[in-house]
C-alpha cells in the first residue's frame, strides 16, 4: 500500500479523482432532495425511514469535506479508504433503502467501477468483494426481518457478480490506457529529445542558418548566422534592411536557380559569405531556407595551394631564371657605362635595370613564402620591444622621415616570433612613410601600443597620414600579387598577415577620420598561445 499509484496516472489520475469527487456530492444532494421533497416513500419501500435520512446527509456532508480536504493524494492509502468509505455508506444506505427495489446497489456498481480506475490489483479487487460482500450478507439480514425479501437473493447476487465483473473491465481497459500513455509520453519525451538535440546542433553549426517568410521575415536564425552577419538578434525582423545583399541574392535565385549567388562581406572586417537558397514547404504556405557558408578559411586555403605551387615551381627553376636575368641586368649595367650612348638609349637600359630588379624581387617573395620557417614565439614587452624597433629603424632613415611612438598602459606582453614581428613591422612602416612622403613633403608614421579595453588583448597600430587606400580596393589589399604600385610585387601585406596569423595575431587594415591608413595588430594572449 505504500506505492504511489496517482503518481503514475499523473494527471490524468487526478482529473478522474475530481469527478469522482463531483460525482459522489451529486449523488448525496440527489438523496437529500429526495428525503426532502418525500418522493423516496413513492421510490423506495424503507424499512428505515429515519436512519435513511440521517444517512443520506451524512453521505453528502462526508463527500464535501473529502473533496474539498482531499485534492491531491500522494499515496494510494487516503484513496482507498475514500473507496471503502464511499462502498459502506452507499451499502448502509442500500439497507435502510429496503434492498435491491431502492436501485443504489447500482449506485455500488459505479462506485466499484470508479475505484478501480484509481486502485489496481488486488486493491481494486478488495474494493469490489466489499462491495459484493455487503449487498449479499445485507440482502441475507433484510430477508431475516422482512420475508419479502427472500426473493432478493438473485438479484443481490446479480449486482454482485457485476461488481466483478465491473472490476475486471475497467482495470483491463486502465491497463490499456497506462500502455499507451507510458508509450505516447516515451515517445513524446523522444520527440523532445531530439527537437532539443537539433535545436542545439543547429545553434552550434558553424554553418549560419536562416528560416525566411514570403515577405522577407527572419522566422528563425542560429548562433552561426547572428555571428557571420554580425548581428545580436534577427527573429522576427525584416532581412532587407539589415542585409540587403541577401535579399539580391534571394531574388536573382527565385529569377534563375541556376545561377550562383554572389559572395558578400556583411560588416567590413567580417568574413566572406557565400549564400545558398533552397525552398520549405509547409503545407500551403512556402518559405525559404537560406545557408549561409564561411568562405575565407576556403579561399586562404586555396591561395596557401596556389602559392605553395607557385614557390615549388619558382624554386626549381629559379636558377634559371636568374641566370639570364643576371646576365640581362649586368648587360645593362655595363651598356650604362658605355660613353657612346645618348640619352634615351640610357634610359632604356634604366628600365631594364629597373624591371630586372623587379622580377629578382617577385622571385625573393615567392621563394620566401615556399621556405618561411615555423614560427617560434618569443615573450615579448611590447613597449619595450617596440621603442627599441623604432631606434633601430630611424638610423635607417633620411631627416624627411619621422617615426613616432606612443604607449599607453603599463607592460604589454605577448608571444610573438621577434624575427617575423621585424618583418612585419618594416614592411608596414615602409609602406606608411612611402604613401605619406606622396602627400606630404616630410613623411610621418605613428606607432601605437595599447590594451584593447573590449578583449583586453595588446594591440600595435602603424599609422601614417597618407592618402588611404580606396574603399573598393580595401577588400583586395591583403590578396597575393594585389598592387597599385607599378614597382611592387602585390606580395608584402600578404606575407604581413600570413606572419601574423601564425603567430596568432590578427593583421586588419581600418580607416582613420582624420585621413590616412592605419593597419592594426591584435596579438594573442601570451597565456592562450600554444
Not at 31 to 56: E, Q
Request: overall charge neutral; hydrophobic content about 45%; some cysteine.
Amino acid at each position: 500500500m505504500g506505492t504511489e499509484r496517482l503518481t503514475f496516472l499523473g494527471y490524468q489520475g487526478r482529473r478522474i479523482l475530481r469527478l469522482y469527487h463531483l460525482y459522489r456530492v451529486a449523488i448525496g444532494l440527489v438523496l437529500v432532495l429526495l428525503i426532502s421533497s418525500d418522493l423516496h416513500s413513492d421510490l423506495m419501500r424503507m424499512i428505515n425511514p429515519a436512519a435513511f435520512h440521517y444517512g443520506a446527509w451524512i453521505y453528502l456532508i462526508l463527500n464535501i469535506l473529502t473533496a474539498v480536504l482531499l485534492q491531491n493524494p500522494k499515496r494510494e492509502l487516503p484513496v482507498m479508504v475514500l473507496a471503502l468509505l464511499d462502498v459502506s455508506l452507499l451499502a448502509a444506505l442500500f439497507y435502510f433503502a429496503g434492498g435491491t427495489p431502492s436501485g443504489i446497489g447500482n449506485l455500488l456498481i459505479v462506485a466499484v467501477a470508479i475505484a478501480n480506475i484509481l486502485l489496481h490489483g488486488r486493491v481494486g479487487f478488495f474494493i469490489a468483494a466489499v462491495a459484493a460482500t455487503g449487498l449479499i450478507y445485507l440482502t441475507f439480514y433484510l430477508s431475516l426481518n422482512d420475508s419479502a425479501a427472500s426473493g432478493q437473493y438473485v438479484q443481490a447476487a446479480a449486482l454482485g457478480t457485476l461488481c466483478f465483473a465491473a472490476a475486471l473491465l475497467v482495470q483491463g481497459l486502465t491497463r490499456r490506457l497506462q500502455v499507451s500513455e507510458t508509450l505516447a509520453r516515451q515517445r513524446a519525451e523522444e520527440v523532445a529529445n531530439l527537437e532539443a538535440l537539433n535545436a542545439q546542433i543547429l545553434q552550434r553549426m558553424r554553418t549560419g542558418i536562416l528560416v525566411l517568410d514570403p515577405q522577407g521575415r527572419v522566422l528563425l536564425a542560429n548562433q552561426g548566422a547572428l555571428e557571420l552577419l554580425g548581428q545580436q538578434s534577427l527573429t522576427g525582423e525584416r532581412l532587407a534592411p539589415r542585409c540587403p545583399e541577401i535579399i539580391k541574392g534571394l531574388q536573382q535565385w527565385r529569377d534563375n536557380p541556376t545561377l550562383r549567388p554572389r559572395n558578400f562581406k556583411a560588416t567590413p572586417d567580417g568574413a566572406t559569405l557565400q549564400p545558398s537558397f533552397a525552398t520549405l514547404q509547409h503545407g500551403v504556405k512556402q518559405d525559404t531556407l537560406v545557408f549561409l557558408e564561411d568562405i575565407s578559411q576556403i579561399a586562404q586555403k586555396a591561395q596557401q595551394l596556389k602559392l605553395a605551387s607557385l614557390g615549388r615551381l619558382t624554386a626549381s627553376i629559379a636558377h634559371e631564371i636568374r641566370n639570364p636575368l643576371g646576365a640581362i641586368s649586368h648587360a645593362a649595367q655595363l651598356l650604362q657605362e658605355s660613353e657612346v650612348l645618348d640619352p634615351a638609349d640610357l634610359r632604356l637600359t634604366q628600365i631594364i635595370q629597373d624591371h630586372s630588379r623587379r622580377m629578382n624581387l617577385v622571385i625573393e617573395n615567392v621563394l620566401q613564402l615556399s621556405r618561411r620557417r615555423q614560427a617560434e614565439p618569443q615573450l615579448l614587452d611590447l613597449k619595450y620591444w617596440v621603442h627599441r624597433f623604432s631606434s633601430e629603424f630611424r638610423q635607417t632613415l633620411s631627416a624627411q622621415h619621422l617615426v613616432h611612438v606612443e604607449t599607453q598602459g603599463s607592460s604589454l606582453q605577448t608571444r610573438m616570433d621577434p624575427n617575423q614581428l621585424i618583418q612585419v613591422l618594416t614592411n608596414l612602416v615602409q609602406n606608411g612613410l612611402r604613401y605619406s612622403g606622396q602627400k606630404h613633403g616630410q613623411a610621418q608614421v605613428w606607432l601605437k601600443v595599447f590594451r584593447d579595453e573590449s578583449s583586453d588583448l595588446p594591440v600595435l597600430e602603424v599609422l601614417d597620414d597618407g592618402a588611404g587606400v580606396p574603399a573598393d580596393q580595401v577588400q583586395n589589399i591583403f590578396e597575393p600579387f594585389f598592387t597599385t604600385e607599378n614597382k611592387g610585387t602585390g606580395l608584402g601585406l600578404y606575407i604581413s598577415r600570413e606572419l601574423c596569423e601564425s603567430n596568432q595575431a590578427r593583421l586588419d587594415y581600418r580607416e582613420r577620420e582624420e585621413g590616412g591608413s592605419c593597419f592594426r595588430i591584435v596579438f594573442a594572449h601570451p597565456r592562450k598561445l600554444t
